[in-house]
């Protein structure tokens, strides 16, 4: 029991000895949002949880219950909101319940944090949650705090993108649904991911600005923005290694683990 | 993959379907909340989950994600926040959290609530969040759904516990970290449960009042409120199943089903 | 003057001398909502502050004006909203109006709360407000503030409930309007309690859960959840007797009064 | 009972009866704040409600409960924060409680609504929450509400502020705890005025603009703002008469009673 | 361009320096509202912007960005939300941006505060915002902040309130879009100001108390509330002359400059 | 006057003429923010201004007050918060500001939107503040507004990139109070930009994540990211002149101008 990464699956005494301990404390926060008729609602939950409790392993910390839903979806990144399922918060909800989620560990005595961000629209209501946070738990007397915010997909190595496309990266802005994340659902829950429905209507080819309402046949009617043909769990890995290598190397950087 | 009654692990085009159809949705509320030292501080969002995924399953509905933070534990039913890994919203922020929930699956055409509380203390802030979702659905042109909000425990055969309790039930109020849980856990997930670590140092004797601060003694060092010992997994199997037949058979009974 | 125990009737070098000397504040928080057909409106704020003023006599302290909007009724405990008359607020703004009268007040001086509720459905919204105002208090530097909070019906001997209901006390929940309050309504505001009118469509037969919309009939047409017939002013006496002198002392025992 | 002009004390079929004839609501909005050494904390709450009782009486009306915790003292009108006893909402707060009762008010079928101002400071927090009401409202399909709001002590004759103030009106900027309202109290509640108490130490000369923090010296150490001394009982009544027969006429103009 | 008295128009080092150097501080604020047929929308942004200048060029202050978008228009004192262009903020919204700017500035070291309203209806919002922001400041440990607040008009010499007004001053009340405001627009925007346009159908005869919605007629057709003609720039330099002054000897007053 | 651009500028009634022409309607947000030492804190407001106020010159619009604060500056886009003068404010507020604009402009017929954003930060707030406008437009019963949302510097020609940077584009990440921004002020506002000043600490190199605090070194001490150096006016003219005619082209596009 003890060896868990999962906040969830450990006592109070333990969480109190790690707490202790100084250990970085892992924060994923999700979504639950389409990504297309091959892949389930819980895509933005799976892999930053995954990736979170790899890191968390590797330099031994925990990981705290992922916040599974996520900002409001975006025509240009994520399909947007009026895709069946996708079910998000205010921008507002989202930054309390980061803001409180994370004071409250402050109280506990947490000082080191990683947030891990697996859904795009979800960055700005943490930065702001965190903030607020931060801002809190210095007025209680709290003011040792170091925190660390990202965005999973960021740390990948060139190369592994060179791998992957090499065409050429289209840019993460379309990757939803698409070849990285289909890819990385083949290592961490297959059992979810059909390669037969995979579409191929689109990519997206999106303006320079956002429209409301937005206009019929911008976005794919799949909800794929990108392609997902190819997909396999080989490149997944590869993702996923950089992932959690990349971040773990981060954290130790930044904790001086 | 069509077959999981997990909202997350489906597919939008699935949950569209499923919408269509008018299944009815549960949305499990649970918490981060110490346990004592025998359980895990994920108690009230495994229970929660366990009991409306079988429901589902029976009544042919859906589940939506946990929501993993509930509201503050009190000292007289929790605890209380000052243990180590009680990590909660403020009561605003969950009712802003459900609320967004029930609006947002409202608008894909959900119409059929329930609303799973796992944790005694998230009774009111659902209560509020519901409400305000219903008003805004409302305010949108929806004003067809139906809801249904409960706490899991309270369906149980008066004979249950009275097998269980053969000296009398002493009440729901201090069944926080005892044998209805640590029951339970036996089933749902026993490798969390460590019955060696079981305390005695219960029953609380709380007054009929909060008190804040908390005065030094009034909850159990170990924050296990009344007693664990005698739980086995067979006595969690019978609340168990009285919670899913009954609520199952109130959730048929509402909606016809 | 100077010896009523309602701060609306004293003036503001009185009050400052009262909280330097340290007496405990009272603060009666009611509501505006149906009690029957034999019953007026303001039942929970007579109540409680009726309560509050003869604890507060007897303890030395003050009262503090009694809020008289609560937070909305549910059908199960009050009749719901859907009752002509019943007025509320949300449960942000109630917990808002109970952060800032006692943030106001320990920035004043006062330093020993007692919360009287007389209203069910505001027990969680005053739990949150007094938990803001604390956690704002000691921001500004106030951290020897301590509170009590209660409902005041929770101070009753086990012998009066017994001399009251011979067949057995059915319980707090359905209490609403009901030979409790109709009763000690009979000492306090006699002049409201018109005992002609006393329905008899109850009790009411609620399921284990809360339903949105409430179905129709689940609520007696009344608002009267249990029973009102055989009330007298004497059984009011007995729970007014009791509220106060259980009240009292246990509020002498928190502060060493 | 039921010739009451209190909703507080009437019971629910009786407020039905009155909301159906289309009876105007009056709600008035007090304030717990110092009122100098001679007058008690309650004047801001008497007064209104005193007021809108007679024209209630009147024209047929009902009072709900008075709002008892205003907008926080300003130290040009009321002294300010500062004097022990005043006890005050923040604007967003006031605004919620004004918006959330004029609100389930008029979901009950409050058509008519007078919003009688006790407290200075209270009147834009007023302004705002019923905008927010009325918008409520309108989105709720109540799109024909009619609402009057005033400060009471507009309601006056020249005639009597001549003959209260033979050498001048000083204006109503000072008049806190001063000549009117000390008047008033000792026709409303002259138990709770001690006339020996009036202070000397006014009037307030105070700049043309606010200053944070208050300098020493600006505020009278009394509290009161301008003079109380010649304050009689008769002078409240010529007060008191002018306000209700003026308010009644304009409530009856308006409503075309 | 170091010696431009608006903040926008220096560099970051150059802020720092005059805040080192503890130079007051000018928040002028705002609205975007109709004023007329003969004067442009943004007349609130343009007068106190100008005052706010001059002083500060007088006192060595820093004018911070205006906030152009001000408190809900009112029938009474500015025509009210539905003329067209009047464009505005919720209280809670100005109070909010008043306090995050407020509170901002005196992070970077601020603690000399001028706020220089420029629209009757701001003034209760910004005085909540003013407040929250001086009690976050002083949760952040910086408590020296010293702030005035100010209408600008209510700077002026009753002599040059009798040149203008030889029949008598009609009050300020009525002042909007008429002889004050369009006199001195004809010095700091003159091409902005069509003579030409100046309407006749006031002045508006208002009741003593709000009224929604607003009766037709009540307030003039053309938006002007008392009467522009005659306006000149002379009499408009005469004001702008005084406000300047005034304001700037309040200011060294206050601030010991 | 009636040929201006700027909704400050013009009257209600040439609002309500442009208005009911279905012009569209510009609404820049910007922000008060370091921007290096040789550039003005105000420079994410003079840009979007100008830009939009070209575009709305072509396409026969009219733009409103820009919004001069904007959400909060990160460090790794604009160096933070703590730079000396940047005065910022918080998420919920800014897309509070948003919404009430947008929706008073919504309720005053407005029908077409381009919100030009000028501050990176300020996206996702902006997203939001829109969303909750729209959303409350159609509780009001309109749901025909069409809306824009863009930041400005998206709207460039590859070609143009090239020219600016032959060695290859860095990305817009860095581009804070570098060789753009600094080219264009040199057109908008060269009375402001001191090319004497521009530092040579650049550019940054940033991690792929937040860290909060901000490590000592991180962002360069002058608060440019990028480099500066190379700036004229030219490069500046082809810049804005393709933002301004790629922008209108878009704009054309979708209201069919």
Redesign the interface.
Known sequence: ?TDSV????????E??AK?RAKVPFFLPVGA?E?????????VD??LPTHVAAKVAAEVGGLV??????G??S?PRSGGG?A???????????L???V???VH??G???VRRFVIVNGHF?N???I??G???A?REL???GIDD???????YW??VHRQTLDRLFPEGFPGTDLEHASLLETSMMLVV?P??V?ME?VPSDGPARF???????VPPGMVPAS?VLARAQGSTAEKGQWLIDDHVSLIAA?VRR?FGL
């Open positions: 029991m999962f906040m969830a699956e450990i006592t109070w005494p969480f109190d707490t639950t389409q990504h297309g008729p091959h892949l389930p609602l819980g939950v799976y705290a219950p992922t916040i599974p839903y900002y409001k975006q909101q895709f069946p399922g996708t079910t998000s918060l205010a921008a507002h909800t930054s309390l319940v803001r409180d989620v409250d560990l109280l506990h005595g629209e960055t700005w209501p930065i702001e965190l903030d607020l931060i210095r007025r209680d705090v170091t925190a660390m915010r990202l965005e960021d740390f829950r059992d979810l059909d429905k303006p320079t600005y956002d429209r409301t309402p909800g981060a930044e």
